[in-house]
C-alpha cells in the first residue's frame, strides 16, 4: 500500500472525509479486495483523526459493505459484491417521491440490459427456472386464497429466475435490490384483474423473447412490458386524485 494512501484530513465531516479516502484508494488500486487495512491506531494516526471519528466511519464503510470487520483478525476489503453496498442506491429511490419518468426511465435501463443478458447466457435449465417461476405466477393467480402481497412477491420470482441467467453476481444483487424497490408500484398495477392479465401475458412475452435469444425482440418484449406497467401506475394514480 502507498504511503500516502491515507493522509492528514484537514475538513470538518471527518467521518465522510475518510470515506472519501477509501474510495480513491480503491479507484487507484492502492487498495484491492480482500486487503487487510491497516490497525484502528496506524490509520489514525495516518489520517490524523480521533478514533472516535474513525470508529464511525469504519461502521459506515462495513454497513455498505466495503470492508468487512472480522473480530480478532482484523479489517479487510470485502472480496465480493454484497446486496448491502446497493443499499444507498435503494434509500436513494425510496426517497423519491410518487412515480416518474426518471424512474421508469431508469428501471427501464436495468430491465432491458439484464433480460439480454440473460438471453446470451442462459442454460436450458435457467430457462426452464424462468418457465417454472412465470407458471407458478400464473397458479397463483387462478387460486381463491392469493393474496395481492403473494402475487407481487411470485411477479418478483419471475424476474429473480430471469437475474439468475445472467450469471453475473453483480447484475443479479444490484437487479434484486432494485426490482424489490418496485413493489409498491407493482402491487397497485396488479390489485385488478386487468393489470394482473397485462402482467401475465407481458412475463409470457418476456419469456419467449428470451428463449428466442433476439436482443431486439428481448428489448422489444422489456419495453411493451413496462409501457403496461407505466399506464396501469398512471391509471390507478389518476383514480385516486
Given at each position: 500500500m502507498n504511503s500516502n494512501t491515507f493522509s492528514n484530513l484537514k475538513r470538518k465531516a471527518v467521518a465522510e472525509d475518510i470515506i472519501?479516502?477509501?474510495?480513491?484508494?480503491?479507484?487507484?488500486?492502492?487498495?484491492?479486495?480482500?486487503?487487510?487495512?491497516?490497525?484502528?491506531?496506524?490509520?489514525?494516526?495516518?489520517?490524523?483523526?480521533?478514533?472516535?471519528a474513525l470508529r464511525?466511519?469504519?461502521?459506515?464503510?462495513?454497513?455498505?459493505?466495503?470492508?468487512?470487520?472480522?473480530?480478532?483478525?482484523?479489517?479487510?476489503?470485502?472480496?465480493?459484491p454484497s446486496l448491502s453496498m446497493f443499499r444507498p442506491l435503494s434509500f436513494a429511490i425510496l426517497l423519491e417521491m410518487g412515480f416518474t419518468d426518471e424512474l421508469y426511465e431508469f428501471r427501464e435501463l436495468i430491465q432491458v440490459g439484464y433480460?439480454?443478458?440473460?438471453?446470451r447466457k442462459a442454460t436450458e435449465e435457467d430457462l426452464q427456472r424462468i418457465e417454472e417461476a412465470n407458471e407458478?405466477?400464473?397458479n397463483l393467480a387462478q387460486s381463491p386464497d392469493h393474496t395481492i402481497e403473494?402475487?407481487?412477491?411470485?411477479?418478483?420470482?419471475?424476474?429473480?429466475a430471469v437475474l439468475d441467467a445472467t450469471h453475473n453476481q453483480f447484475i443479479i444483487n444490484l437487479g434484486r435490490s432494485i426490482e424489490e424497490l418496485f413493489f409498491a408500484s407493482m402491487r397497485r398495477t396488479i390489485s385488478n384483474d386487468e393489470g394482473l392479465y397485462r402482467g401475465i401475458e407481458g412475463h409470457k412475452i418476456i419469456l419467449n423473447a428470451?428463449?428466442?435469444?433476439?436482443?431486439?425482440?428481448?428489448?422489444?418484449?422489456?419495453?411493451?412490458?413496462?409501457?403496461?406497467?407505466e399506464r396501469g401506475l398512471r391509471q390507478k394514480t389518476s383514480t385516486e386524485t
Open positions: 472519501e479516502a477509501f474510495k480513491r484508494a480503491l479507484i487507484i488500486g492502492d487498495l484491492q479486495p480482500g486487503n487487510r487495512i491497516p490497525s484502528e491506531i496506524e490509520l489514525a494516526q495516518k489520517f490524523g483523526v480521533g478514533r472516535s464511525e466511519a469504519m461502521k459506515m464503510l462495513s454497513a455498505m459493505g466495503v470492508v468487512d470487520i472480522r473480530q480478532g483478525d482484523g479489517t479487510y476489503i470485502t472480496s465480493a433480460c439480454q443478458l440473460a438471453g407458478a405466477w400464473v403473494s402475487l407481487v412477491q411470485q411477479d418478483l420470482n419471475f424476474h429473480y428470451i428463449r428466442s435469444r433476439n436482443q431486439e425482440k428481448i428489448g422489444t418484449a422489456v419495453m411493451e412490458s413496462l409501457k403496461n406497467w
